[in-house]
């Protein structure tokens, strides 16, 4: 006999196409806005709003805040969540088309983890974004965050301007449906002052990406392939490196120092 099959509503597919798991512990809606650390004469951006856990508490510690949910199933309830607040404006968009705000904003959310990259690329895009607070998979903010000891092309190639760090951790019991895995808090925070200067972040990427990119077998044999030995291997033993480490466990801070002597002027 035949397994019966479970009929797919088009609630189940909107659910695995906008990988949703909303937040339901109070205690994680508390640690989140505490990490979140919102002002408040802020504005916000809301990603992923879903039925308001996070809007309500939100609201009530900034100036305005913008809630953008595009799941029609939830989109009258986080409609009514919102008129009842002052300050809340309900957007019933897909975040990923629209522009920056112009003013200094902050970016939070509990944003769908299939759409993590996307939304992280546009925050680093936003030109007024100050901070982003974001609940996604622990796996992703460990690894943007250094948390495992090793360090990503990307966060490597942003840390002039962005500060990444794991600002902790939610189980996955604290979400309704129950995802897999658990969920961090990934906290993106741009630098007041950059590391670098406007002129240096063009060289200093090219840098970054001819480290990561593997010419040679090392990050040794990749920088040799632009800058004379002699001068990379100095650049190595001021920073103390082995010329056999991976190229993702070179610190940050180690690529800024790297990156100062192989291109300071020699005269």
């Known amino acids: 006999m035949a397994p019966r099959r479970t009929r797919t509503t088009a609630r189940d597919r909107s659910r695995r196409v906008l ?4 937040l339901t512990d109070p205690a994680a809606v508390a640690r989140f806005v505490r990490a979140a650390r919102p002002g408040p004469d802020d504005l916000l951006v809301e990603v992923g709003a879903g039925r308001g856990q996070l809007t ?10 913008l809630a953008y949910e595009v799941d029609p199933a939830v989109t009258a309830e986080l409609a009514a969540v919102c008129a009842a607040l002052p300050g809340v404006e309900h957007r019933p968009v897909d975040f990923l088309s629209v522009v920056p705000p112009e003013e ?12 993590t990259s996307a939304v992280v690329r546009w925050c680093l895009a936003a030109p007024a974004l100050r901070s982003a607070t974001l609940l996604t998979q622990l796996e992703y903010a460990r690894k943007r965050s250094g948390d495992y000891g090793r360090w990503t092309r990307l966060t490597v190639s942003t840390w002039p301007e962005f500060g990444w760090r794991l600002a902790g951790r939610v189980p996955r019991t604290s979400f309704r449906p129950v995802p897999r895995v658990d969920a961090g808090i990934l906290r993106l925070e741009r630098r007041s002052e950059p ?6 972040l063009p060289a200093y990427r090219r840098m970054v990406e001819l480290g990561f990119g593997g010419a040679g077998g090392s990050l040794a044999a990749s920088l040799r392939a632009a800058h004379p030995r002699s001068r990379v291997d100095a650049a190595l033993r001021a920073v103390r490196l082995d010329p056999a480490t991976p190229v993702g466990e070179v610190w940050p801070e180690q690529w800024l120092v790297l990156f100062r002597l192989l291109h300071a002027r020699r005269g």
């Open 195 to 200: 590391l670098l200067s406007a002129g240096a």
């Open 56 to 65: 309500r508490p939100l609201a009530a510690r900034c100036r305005r805040l």
């Open 104 to 115: 200094p904003f902050a970016l939070v959310g509990n944003i769908p983890w299939s759409l």
């Open 19 to 22: 990988s949703q798991n909303f």
